[in-house]
């Protein structure tokens, strides 16, 4: 029998590919919002960090995806360990520019081509960099000089770097100085507190018409000390209880099972 059979569930809503419209807001999903609603409206740089599976990405596809794209241009990028000039053409190709191997050209077209969205057009420009830890000091040092128009007379986009904790490190480089300067908002998350963690599993066993007296009260202790800040390990341990409950033919999960899922998950 399938789980969500088993749970009267419509589906799965511990899983990844949660809706948005169904997330679970906690403190810290609140706290990047807001602040990521002022740097938009500020042309600021903001940066945003926690340790992995805590929501960051989550909460800012949510809050590009609520804008209004006649008025934003929205370049989201992903980063993995790459040149400069990677990036550049990375901006470049997104951008629509033409396409060129010169780094200056690059360099040239994407300024000329956020003034003219920013001043000709009146948009909006976000650029959005996830997973930023693996940025390059060479890379931020560009950023330096891309933002750098009329001698910091004007912002001309958004800036938004999404990462992990590691990524401080490399902003705390000397030669990053400049930079890290002009970064006017920066969140750190804090992760789950232990009453957060019941409202999430509550939230979004209701999300999918399941019963939300599946755990016991006392489970939710215990997931809070096992998932160490992390949502995706969370979803991992409910998961793995919910599956050791059918295979028990249990109808209420307590401790001693999400304890079991937890070692059979090595977490534990």
């Known amino acids: 029998m399938e789980m969500t059979t088993y749970y009267g569930m419509d589906k799965n809503p511990f899983t990844k590919d949660a809706t948005v419209s169904t997330l679970f807001t906690s403190n810290d999903f609140n706290q990047m919002t807001n602040r990521l609603e002022f740097i938009i409206r500020s042309r600021g740089i903001g940066v945003f960090l926690s340790s992995p599976g805590m929501g960051k990405t989550t909460c800012l596809r949510k809050t590009l995806e609520a ?12 980063m993995t360990t790459i040149t400069a000039i990677d990036f550049y053409r990375m901006l470049n190709d997104a951008l629509g520019l033409e396409e060129t191997t010169k780094k200056s050209q690059m360099f ?6 956020l003034k003219r969205l920013t001043s000709e057009n009146k948009m909006e420009v976000i650029i959005a960099i996830d997973e930023a830890q ?33 990524f401080l490190r490399t902003l705390r480089l000397k030669a990053l100085e400049p930079f890290r300067q002009r970064i ?26 399941c019963r939300s007296d599946l755990f016991k009260d006392e489970c939710y202790h215990t997931l809070y000390s096992l998932m160490n800040t992390s949502v995706r390990t969370l ?23 999400i304890m079991e899922a937890s070692k059979e998950l090595m977490l534990g």
């Open 184 to 209: 006017n908002m920066n969140y750190t998350f804090t992760g789950f507190n232990e009453e957060e963690v019941k409202n999430y599993v509550i939230s979004r066993l209701q999300s999918v018409n």
């Open 108 to 113: 040239n077209q994407i300024q000329d081509e």
């Open 235 to 257: 979803n991992l341990l409910i998961n793995k209880s919910l599956i050791l409950s059918m295979h028990y033919n249990k109808e209420v999960i307590d401790s001693e099972l």
């Open 67 to 78: 804008l209004n794209p006649n008025r934003y241009v929205v370049i989201y990028i992903c």
């Open 134 to 166: 693996f940025l390059r000091k060479e890379v931020l040092r560009e950023f330096i000089m891309l933002m750098n128009f009329d001698y910091d007379s004007k912002d001309y986009c958004t800036l938004i770097f999404v990462g992990q904790n590691e």
